[in-house]
């Protein structure tokens, strides 16, 4: 499975991931993400592989748990997967089998010895027995898949819906191809697109749990209905209008939340007040539901960093915080570029420190765009696909930043677009870097 670090806080508008992403969201909302994107001066390359799986008109018409999930990812790498000769379906089918055995109690699939190509499936007193052939092709690994599948959906009636078994194989059996590949839930997906638009409809707070599994608001977002609605950080929500939040998961929380513009909800709130801040008191709070803007570019002016006044370079230095790449993030860039330009007296920065660390990615055209904020020439990066020629990305000279010395901050976290963006600036010699080796997805 791929390395994952997301975090435990959601958004009651917003999922964050602090996992490494790749370009989603632009055109259609069900298409594969296709390429293989070259860092250019870069030792590994980087494909982006994330893609939503959506059934055909018959598919959907044959089972509405999409019992064909299988020969829809077998189309989508067929089309558009760069390198299919690295696809060995047989070790692939095995880590399938592995992920259904661990989703539900009842399912035991005898596999423990890679040489036995006889795989028994066993649901309760029923036995279904499978065929791993040597040399299988992908097309006889996706028919033997759904044979399985067949077979568990006579006999498996366990709490896990059959659909997130499904899910759960095909991530698995994606991880075998790289750790970059795999396939979205519709709930999944649209948390993604949450955060590569950049804005949602709902109050504008992180919610995630305390320490005993409550609901509880981690971060209230500036100038939005939460923050005027008066919530505040640690609020313990027990109740979404009449419903209580106990057992209820985050996710489940953030749908029930979120809404359509100027629908309100009352949250009903646990949080010490009274006397000496001890007493629990019991708050219902009623919110209007707005447009939020999750802003992914911060910034601040660092006045105090050259109090005797020595080199070259006098006055203030900007510090940028990129948390990801949304469709605003260039556009914030340059507002905030902006911004600090004013903050420092309509002077030239002094310089620029530009923090990457915990930027998990997001919008390709976004980053690119951000590096070439920095450059008026030179190779930003390679985008290679499966059935056409290569597109090369270089700088272009115009609306280029001043040559400002610029910083680069990065560390593990940081991977996909971001690195991307530091590789390009790295390579170009326009960046220093400082920091910790970054995520590995894009350099």
Known sequence: MSRDIRSRDHSADHYYRSAPQDEAGQGRSFQLLRGLFLVTGAIATL????????????????????????????RRLKE??????????????????????????DIY?????????????????????????????????VELIEKVFSFLSNYYSGEKSLNDIRYSAANNYLSGIDPHTLVFTP??????????????????????????????????????????AGFKRDDIIAKINDESTVNMTVQEAVQKIRGKRNTEITLTVKRKGGKDNKEIETIPIPVKRDRVEIKSVESKLLKDWNLEGKGPWKGGVGYIHATNF???TYKSLRSNLN???????????????LDLRNNSGGLLSQAISM????????????????????????????????????????????????EIVIGALQ?????IVIGTRTFGKGS
């Open 47 to 74: 494909a982006l592989s994330f893609f939503y799986l959506s059934p055909t008109p018959g598919e959907a018409k044959e089972d509405a748990d999409f019992p064909l999930l299988f020969r829809s990812i077998d």
């Open 187 to 228: 709930q999944r997906y649209e948390e993604f697109a949450v955060q590569i638009q950049g804005e949602i409809f709902g109050v504008g707070m992180m919610v995630g749990t305390d320490d005993t599994g409550k609901l509880q608001v981690k971060q209230v977002l500036k100038n939005t209905p939460a923050q005027k």
């Open 371 to 418: 590096t070439d904020a920095f450059l008026s020439r030179g190779d930003v990066v390679a985008q290679a696909y499966k059935d056409k020629e290569p597109v090369y990305r270089t700088a272009k000279a115009a609306n280029t930043e001043p040559p400002y010395p610029l910083i680069l901050l990065a560390d593990e976290a940081s991977a996909s677009a971001a």
């Open 80 to 105: 558009s997967y760069v390198d299919l000769g690295r696809i060995d379906p047989q070790p692939l089918l095995r880590k399938a089998f592995t992920a259904i055995e661990f989703s539900a109690d």
């Open 339 to 353: 911004q600090l330009r004013k903050d420092n007296g309509g002077k030239p920065l002094a310089g620029l420190i």
């Open 427 to 431: 390579k170009n010699n326009r960046a």
């Open 109 to 141: 699939i005898e596999d423990s010895d890679p040489g036995n190509p006889y795989i028994p499936v066993h649901i309760g007193d029923k036995t279904s027995v499978f065929t791993l052939k040597d040399n299988m092709s992908r097309g006889e690994s």
């Open 326 to 328: 949304d469709r605003n």
